[in-house]
């Protein structure tokens, strides 16, 4: 291809800010995701209720297998 360099530069350019705003979401998420599982655990101690359990998993929107698995220490969000 005879791509002039000029704009051979500006995608890389923006190829770079955009690899840059991928890795800062996925901080991002990652800290968003251990933030809901701090909160499950704390709302949702290994005695919880199955109603409370069940609020929960209204409330969120989360599947009944994710808000489980959350509420234990080794969970899929670490």
């Known amino acids: ?6 704009q ?5 350019a923006e190829l770079r800010r955009l ?7 996925t901080l ?4 968003v995701r251990k933030e809901i ?7 949702l101690p290994h005695h919880a209720r199955i109603a409370t359990i069940e609020e929960v ?3 969120s929107g989360y599947s009944r297998t994710l808000i ?4 234990y220490k080794d ?3 670490q």
């Open 75 to 77: 969970h899929p969000w």
């Open 8 to 12: 051979a530069d500006g995608r890389h």
């Open 37 to 43: 599982a701090d909160l499950v655990q704390q709302l």
């Open 19 to 25: 690899g840059e705003i991928e890795r800062r979401m």
């Open 57 to 59: 998993i209204e409330a």
């Open 68 to 71: 489980d698995a959350l509420r």
């Open 1 to 6: 291809m005879d791509d002039n360099p000029a």
């Open 28 to 31: 991002e998420l990652r800290d």
